[in-house]
Structure formats: C-alpha cells, structure tokens
C-alpha cells in the first residue's frame, strides 16, 4: 500500500485534469472522456507508472466518471423533455453489445495497441469537430432495422475503447439523421450511460497488472472521486462561458488540438 504522501503529486495533477475538463465539457458540449483519457495517459505516465495495462486504466476510469456525469446530465435534459426515449429504448440491445465487446477487445490487448486505436479514432473525432457541417445528412429519420442493428453495436464498440461516452459519436450520429441538435445532445446523454455501466462492471472484474496506486480492476479510485469533484465544480463555468461567447469557432479549435492529441498518441504508440 503506497504512502498518502506519494499519492500527493497524482492528487494535484487529477484536480487540475478535472478543472479542466468539466469547463471543457461545459463550454463545448463534449463529454469529458475526450480529454480525460488522454490527460489520465499523461499524467500516469510523467508520474512513472506506466506498464502494458495503463491505458486500461485510463479507458476504464474515463468510463466510471462519464456513469456520474452522464445520469446528471440525462436528469437535467429530461426536465427540459429533451432526451428522446424512444432512440434510446431501441438503441439500448445493440449498444450494449458493442461496449461488452469492447471491454473484451480492450483488456486484452497491450497498452501501446489501446494507444494507437485511441489515436485513430480521436483524428476522426478531430476531424468532424474541425471541419464538420451541421446541414450534413445522411437521412431524415434515426436508422431502424438492420441499418440500426449495424450502427448500434459500432457506436458502443468504439466508445468503450475510446473511454467515451455518447457524444462524441451519438451526437454527429443523431445529427447526420436529422435529430435537432438539443435533442442529440440530451439523448447521447443516455448513450453515455449504457455504454459505461457494462464496460466498468467488466474492467472493475478484470485482473490488470503494475496499475497505478489505490486502483479497483481497473478503476483507479482516487483519479474516479477527484474528476467527479471538480467537474461538477466547474462544468457551470463552462456553460457561462459557452453563453458569453461563439462556442463554433472554440470547437474547431479544439478540433485541432484533438488533432495533434491523436497525432502525439499515435507517435507514441509506434515507440517514436
């Protein structure tokens, strides 16, 4: 068990990451995951814990957080009647499926591997945010049938090893169908929820070796706790500056940055 003073560093690094990201998240729209996992790679890393499990244990303790912030989000929206019941109740089977495949990719490949996957997903997240069209359609109505049955499994799939939750693919997904924006934003809210419940309940029974200290599975507890705290502290700060200010041109800053994020992560990931 590691001494309460060698947890001080970690400590003081995960409540600026928390900071951080709620404002984020609360300024842009995005769910915290994007930063999070990312920023928990990092951090772990320049602290000296690293081994073959480490981005498990950032993918899983991005998941556990996003359970939190995704059930407070969905209550808030669902007062407004935002949150589209109907997209979730017939999304929900095939999501749920494509996150328990993915906690059974991810714990059971390399943390280099994780990196790479993460890299190549956040440029195509990176992309859309970029350089993205909100007229863009690819139909008028949400998919049904095997169409949904194909997307639904894809969208918790890569989720789970990005260590989202729903926005960063349920959003443009909704919005390439026509779903008013609000809507999209309110009901991947939901996404976010039953694609983390199934792949924390695996990470949290899966067996990861050389985790960082205090770490449950793959949960690390303190790094969970901490990001809740100072999310919730500062995510309204982030809404008051998205009311104050044109959040579009933000966005595709940070598009950008997520470039370079997933280009850095991708170099790494290649040992350069």
């Given at each position: ?142 998919p049904t049938g095997i169409l949904r049955m194909i997307l639904s499994p894809i969208l918790g799939f890569l989720s789970v090893l990005m260590g989202i939750g729903g926005g960063s693919f349920g959003v443009p997904v909704m919005s390439l169908y026509n779903t008013p924006i609000h809507r999209a934003v309110a009901t991947a809210a939901g996404f976010g929820v ?79």
């Open positions: 068990m590691p001494e309460l003073s060698d947890l001080l560093p970690m400590v003081a690094l995960l409540i600026v990451i928390g900071g951080f990201a709620g404002a984020l998240a609360g300024m842009l729209g995005v769910g915290g995951g994007i930063v999070l996992v990312p920023a928990f790679f990092y951090a772990f890393s320049a602290l000296g814990y690293g081994g073959d499990s480490l981005f498990q244990v950032c993918l899983a303790t991005s998941l556990a957080t996003i359970i939190v912030t995704s059930l407070r989000s969905v209550a808030s929206h669902n007062k407004k009647g935002a949150v589209d019941w109907e997209i979730l109740k017939t999304w929900l089977p095939g999501i749920v499926v494509g996150a328990v495949f993915g906690v059974m990719l991810a714990t059971s490949l390399r943390s280099s591997t994780l990196q790479g996957i993460f890299g190549i997903l956040a440029m195509v997240v990176g992309l859309y945010m970029a350089f993205g069209r909100s007229e863009w359609r690819l139909g008028e109505a949400m039953i694609i983390a419940v199934p792949s924390v309940i695996g990470f949290l029974i899966s067996n990861p070796v050389d985790t960082p200290p205090w770490t449950l599975g793959a949960v690390n507890v303190p790094a969970f706790f901490l990001i809740i705290a100072m999310t919730l502290i500062t995510t309204p700060y982030g809404v008051k500056l998205a009311h104050a200010m044109d959040p579009k041109p933000l966005k595709r800053a940070f598009g950008v940055f997520l470039l370079l994020v997933a280009l850095n992560m991708l170099r790494k990931a290649m040992g350069w």
